[in-house]
């Protein structure tokens, strides 16, 4: 089945300092790459839906200068979080879909975000 | 933000015990549904799609009344392996594309 390889799964980092998110599609064409956030005992919230070679939509609410996505290639999506906060820490998520797939959606493992 | 009510949990059951989550969504214009599972610090996993027609695999049973825009999950005879936090998903359309929109979720734990 369809796989998305997400990376790290886990950082620490400082106030101030950007940390990038890696997702990978690897066994098929990414056309729509989504990124969710997860607080403590909380939904998963979209923050951005991301096609290939586009610009990112992002969600009401979600400063796109604060988290940068790119999706330069069909397997290939980062999520950056610049000058990170506190309240920045969560669980990231990607989700991935395979284009020739109806609903394939398929989500990475998933990235713990702690900054101190 | 169209939302996606479920019923806030959590349910303690015992094994082998019947238990039914419901869920509700706002947005009239949605067209597919699923249940996800979610154990605990891990990514969300597909349990089934959801049909008007209802859909069954083993124990789950989900089924979908869009009149009532109504999404309900039957697990019968739970084991000790369900107790997870599940997931009701609709798909929204958006100006990107469809993507998945989730429900707060229910947690369920299963005791022996």
């Known amino acids: 089945g369809a796989v998305v390889s997400q990376h790290p799964s886990r950082v620490i980092c400082k106030s101030g300092t950007s940390v990038k998110i890696e997702c990978r599609s690897l066994?098929?064409?990414?056309?729509?790459m989504f990124w969710y956030r997860q607080f403590p005992k909380q939904s998963l919230m979209l923050m951005a839906t991301?096609?290939?070679?586009?610009?990112?939509?992002?969600e009401q609410g979600v400063e796109k200068d604060k988290f940068l996505i790119n999706h330069a290639s069909l397997t290939l999506s980062t999520l950056t979080v610049t000058s990170a906060h506190p309240e920045d820490s969560s669980f990231y998520i990607c989700?991935?879909?395979?284009?020739?797939?109806?609903?394939?959606?398929?989500f990475g493992s998933g990235t713990r975000l702690t900054v101190v | 933000r169209k939302e996606v009510e479920q019923d806030p949990g959590p349910f303690n059951v015992p094994e082998g015990a019947t238990v039914a989550f419901n869920c509700t969504y706002s947005?009239?214009?949605?067209?597919?549904f699923f249940w996800y599972r979610q154990d605990c610090r891990k990514e969300p996993k597909l349990l089934m799609s959801?049909?008007?027609s209802g859909n069954e695999d083993g124990r789950f049973t989900a089924q979908l009344n869009r009149a009532s825009q109504y999404i309900s999950l039957l697990i019968r005879d739970s084991k000790l392996s369900d107790s997870a936090t599940y997931l009701c998903?609709?798909?929204?359309?958006?100006?990107?594309?469809?993507?998945?929109?989730f429900g707060k979720g229910t947690t369920l734990s299963v005791s022996s």
């Open positions: 989700s991935a879909r395979d284009g020739d797939r109806d609903y394939g959606y398929t």
């Open positions: 066994d098929f064409q990414a056309t729509t």
């Open positions: 991301s096609n290939e070679g586009s610009k990112a939509t992002y």
């Open positions: 947005n009239s214009a949605s067209q597919s």
């Open positions: 959801v049909y008007s």
């Open positions: 998903v609709v798909t929204e359309l958006n100006q990107a594309g469809t993507a998945l929109i």
